[in-house]
């Protein structure tokens, strides 16, 4: 996993905090879950989806985060963890990662509040 998801088992830490970089990114669930990602388009729309295995609940293997859009994830209250890896195109570089600020992006994006403020530090 990239350095904004969180390492520790405490329930208040099981997300990855909102980030973007200049690339999309494939997200492939391995193990656990289901887990939730959320994207806010540079427009303010939201995209969810859920990885999991549970196909007839809409949920899916893998799903892709198109460059440019804040991102994190959490898991669903259910879940214990979640074994999840990343695919970046056309390449991952540190230098193109940010992390979200809150209070710019409840700026940008105050229709989004819950979300912003669950999923940043």
Not at 68 to 74: I, L, P, Q
Not at 91 to 120: C, S, V
């Amino acid at each position: 996993m990239s350095p904004p998801r969180s390492t520790s088992s405490s329930k208040a830490a099981r997300f990855s905090r909102l980030h973007r970089i200049r690339a999309d990114e494939l997200w492939h669930l391995y193990a656990g879950g289901p887990l939730t990602v959320s994207a806010i388009a540079p427009a303010g729309t939201l995209t969810e989806f859920t990885l999991g295995g549970d196909l007839e609940a809409g949920q899916a293997p893998q799903g892709v985060v198109p460059a440019g859009h804040w991102f994190g994830a959490a898991l669903v209250p259910a879940a214990t963890y979640a074994l999840v890896g990343c695919t970046v195109a056309p390449g991952f570089d540190f230098a193109d990662l940010e992390l979200a600020r809150r209070g710019p992006l409840l700026a940008a994006f105050p229709q989004h509040a819950a979300l912003i403020e669950r999923l940043t530090a």
